[in-house]
């Protein structure tokens, strides 16, 4: 008894000394945000590209989503072996109930790999209710299917979940531009089907969920690209993932690849079809706005609170000085230095980098393209190139502007999304192409 005793007290002794130096040793892994989705709200509030008609499937948007489900398909732009999920009830109501989620890798349409979908938990439930206002985190959920390189890169997860009753006013971001799969209202659970048969409606936008994490390895960190329509990929190919970010995270995984030590940045997208930098005063689900909560406003909550954020990249101003918002370029400039003190006293060493605006001299649209637009349009500019409180710049102006119009070069104006001859305002896939790779790879050296 008395040697047992002896070798317990070793066995104590010996598992306290290693749990001390394990808790001594800085962890080799963390959280960082792979793919993210800014919100606004209450649906159909927003500013959606290539819709579906959803009468049948959202028939009273007072009521949002009624004892129905979601799959929506999402691009990780890094992957890990544990991803955990966030699911956002921002502009809701009321409380809004979800149960019954699922994680999975993608077929094809709204179809999951047999094998890969696995259930997702939040405090060990099934079940999870957000209030209003509110947003939540699920467990992490190891994913199997993950494994060593980039085996992974370009495909894509379906994240399946069921809205138990009635959510009320929908938080979500209307301009996806990627296909998602919901059923109709009392269809209940279908999370678990692995079948296209079982979500038979599409959707251009996303619901509820807004952001997903994988673990990385210490060193990596994530740009969020912040900002409007243009950020948010207007005129870029539906389901083609040629927005500006997009062509910079290829860029940087592939700049990553030819070297040791692996993928060190993962670009996340934060734009807003419509998003103003100070404006709108005021925004709830009483009082919402096409393009959202300001970027001042919704600041917090689309940048700061990512996890694993070390660079930011602001492009915005633009719907500011649209009839629309008819602000000032020194309240622009002004709320630019406001949002930058605040990204830089949350994030310690954070790079900012300042983009420049495209031109929408000429637009079709009847909010932009007039002369004053552009007058301000080049004073903020000037701001971010010459005295702007950044990191560097991004200087998309001089990769799309023609220099003898003073409008967006000729060959980006046709739209990819829709067809058509464009509207001289968002860039098309060439454009965001040569806004990808504008950007100077050097200033993400650390």
């Not at 070069?409 to 046709?414: D, S």
């Amino acid at each position: 008894m008395l040697r047992f005793v002896k070798t317990c007290t070793v066995l104590a002794v010996v598992a306290a000394s290693l749990a001390a130096t394990a808790a001594d040793q800085p962890a080799k892994t963390h959280w960082v945000t792979s793919w993210a989705a800014s919100v606004q709200g209450p649906y159909p509030v927003g500013n959606p590209s290539a819709q579906p008609n959803l009468s049948l499937v959202f028939p009273a948007p007072a009521s949002g989503a009624q004892d129905q489900s979601f799959r929506l398909i999402v691009k990780p732009e890094l992957w890990g072996g544990r991803a955990r999920l966030r699911f956002s009830n921002a502009l809701g109501t009321q409380p809004v109930t979800f149960d019954d989620a699922f994680v999975g890798l993608q077929w094809s349409g709204s179809a999951v790999l047999p094998g890969s979908n696995l259930a997702v938990t939040f405090g060990g439930k099934r079940t999870i209710t957000v209030a209003p206002g509110a947003s939540v985190w699920s467990d992490g959920v190891a994913l199997p299917f993950v494994k060593k390189g980039n085996e992974l890169r370009g495909r894509k997860l379906a994240v399946s979940f069921h809205v138990a009753g009635s959510s009320g006013p929908m938080t979500w971001h209307a301009k996806a531009l990627q296909s998602s799969y919901v059923t109709l209202p009392g269809a209940g659970s279908k999370g678990a089907d692995l079948s296209e048969a079982a979500f038979p409606f599409a959707t251009a936008s996303w619901y509820f969920l807004d952001a997903l994490d994988m673990v990385a390895p210490k060193g990596t960190g994530a740009i969020v690209a912040f900002g409007d329509s243009i950020t948010d990929g207007t005129a870029s190919t539906m389901n083609g993932d040629d927005r500006w970010p997009d062509v910079l995270a290829r860029r940087l995984g592939a700049a990553a690849g030819a070297k040791r030590g692996g993928q060190r940045w993962v670009v996340v997208n934060a734009g807003i079809g419509g998003n103003q930098v100070i404006g709108p005063k005021d925004y709830s689900p009483q009082m919402p706005f096409a393009g959202g909560p300001s970027a001042l406003d919704r600041l917090e909550r689309d940048v700061l609170s990512l996890s694993g954020v070390k660079a930011v990249i602001w492009l915005e101003g633009t719907n500011d000085f649209s009839k629309n918002g008819n602000a000032e370029a020194d309240a622009v400039i002004a709320g630019m230095h406001v949002g930058v003190t605040r990204i830089r006293a949350k994030i310690p060493g954070v790079k900012v980098i300042g983009a420049t605006l495209t031109s929408a001299l000429g637009s079709s649209s009847a909010a932009h393209g007039f002369e004053l637009q552009d007058q301000k349009r080049k004073k903020l500019n000037d701001f971010i190139r010459n005295g702007g409180p950044f990191d560097g710049v991004a200087d998309f102006d001089r990769a799309t502007t023609d220099t003898v119009t003073g409008g967006m070069k000729a060959e980006f104006i046709p739209d990819n999304t829709v067809g058509g001859a464009g509207d001289k305002l968002h860039p098309n896939r060439m454009g965001y192409q040569a806004m990808g790779m504008a950007i100077d790879l050097g200033l993400f050296k650390r």
